[in-house]
Structures are given as C-alpha cells and as structure tokens.
C-alpha cells in the first residue's frame, strides 16, 4: 500500500552535516491523504523519539534537542520529506525512521514507517 524509501544517511564527525530523504509511494499515496510526514530515531538501548515532523498545514515541530540545527521540510508534488541535520553530535547517532500518516477515515490515520538508515558522529 504504501513504500518509504529512505536515503542519506551514514557517518560524519561532530559538527558535520547530513541530509536525510524519505520519499513516499503506493496506490493510495497522494498529498490529499497524508496528514503528516517526519522522522524519529532510536538509539541502541533507547525509546524511539521523535526528532521532526511537518504536518499537513506546514506545522513543524522539533524537539528541543534539535531545534536549531535540523530543518525538516516537505516536496509535496513527489511526497517527499527531507531533513537538513547541521551541528551534527555524537548523541545524534541513531537509525532515522521516515514516517507518513495516512488518513483512512473521518477520524483515522493510519501510520507507515520507512526501513531507517543509520546516522553516526563520531570523531
């Protein structure tokens, strides 16, 4: 129904920057369904968190751990969702997950997530 296609991960030295994209497909994906797109991360041992999201408006929301330095935004013509990550740290190091809500009904969604790509700083 619905495939994430995640690219741009891999590993950088604190301070570097990364750009993540999560590009969205399927029979029922189309901007009139999705309510909302962005990412989380987990790190070995730790809860998933989220990092950022944009919803269907625009609004976007970031943590406090990451505001300032990542910048979540959206193609909506190719369902898209990037995340610029700048000031990289080493506890950035996490497998990023892309996430799409779906609406399936007056007041559902449904959620699907993209197969994560790893994220390390390291020096």
């Known amino acids: 129904q619905v495939q994430l296609v995640e690219s741009g991960g891999g590993s950088v030295q604190p301070g570097g920057s990364l750009r993540l994209s999560c590009a969205a497909s399927?029979?029922?994906?189309?901007?009139?369904?999705?309510?909302?797109m962005g990412w989380y991360r987990q790190a070995p041992g730790k809860a998933r968190e989220l990092v950022a999201s944009?919803?269907?408006?625009?609004?976007?929301t970031y943590p406090d751990s990451v505001k300032g330095r990542f910048t979540i935004s959206r193609d909506s013509a190719k369902n898209t969702v990037y995340m610029q990550m700048n000031s990289l740290k080493p506890e950035d190091t996490a497998v990023y997950y892309c996430?799409?809500?779906?609406?399936?009904?007056?007041?559902?969604?449904?959620?699907?997530w993209g197969q994560g790509t790893q994220v390390t700083v390291s020096s």
């Open positions: 996430n799409v809500d779906i609406i399936i009904g007056p007041n559902s969604v449904k959620r699907y």
């Open positions: 399927g029979s029922i994906v189309s901007i009139n369904v999705i309510s909302a």
């Open positions: 944009i919803g269907r408006g625009g609004t976007i």
